[in-house]
């Protein structure tokens, strides 16, 4: 599976963004997919999760009511839509993936995912 992920840039804090992760090597529709993010000297945070086919989502506590995570399985895309952005968002974001969840293994953890995107930058100015 490779995973790559577009749509990062720099915007002022209110501004939105839109990321893009298009998957390839498998159906989209056998992925559950993931948004992390990483800024300088911490650690990947989870951003958003959303099942196979769209029916379940979870975000990041700082994520709520601001992200939408939805996907296009007949597009193999992902989309992280990103909406008054805060200058705590400034990081590198990663898209992941994975063709098992169980239902004890969570969506939030970076271990869960099996594969991973090379990262889009995106920084907020204040």
């Known amino acids: 599976v490779q995973l790559q992920a577009s749509g990062g840039g720099l915007v002022q804090a209110g501004d939105s963004l839109r990321l893009i992760c298009a998957a390839s090597?498998?159906?989209?529709?056998?992925?559950?997919m993931g948004w992390f993010r990483q800024a300088p000297g911490k650690e990947r945070e989870f951003v958003a999760g959303?099942?196979?086919?769209?029916?379940?989502?979870y975000y990041g506590d700082s994520m709520k009511g601001r992200f939408t995570i939805s996907r296009d399985n007949a597009k193999n895309t992902v989309v992280l839509q990103m909406n008054s952005l805060k200058s705590e968002d400034t990081a590198v974001y990663y898209c992941a993936a994975t063709t098992v969840m169980y239902n004890s293994t969570p969506y939030s953890k970076p271990g869960s995912y099996d594969f991973w995107g090379q990262g889009t930058q995106v920084t907020v100015s204040s």
């Open positions: 090597g498998r159906t989209s529709s056998s992925l559950h």
């Open positions: 959303i099942s196979r086919y769209g029916g379940i989502t």
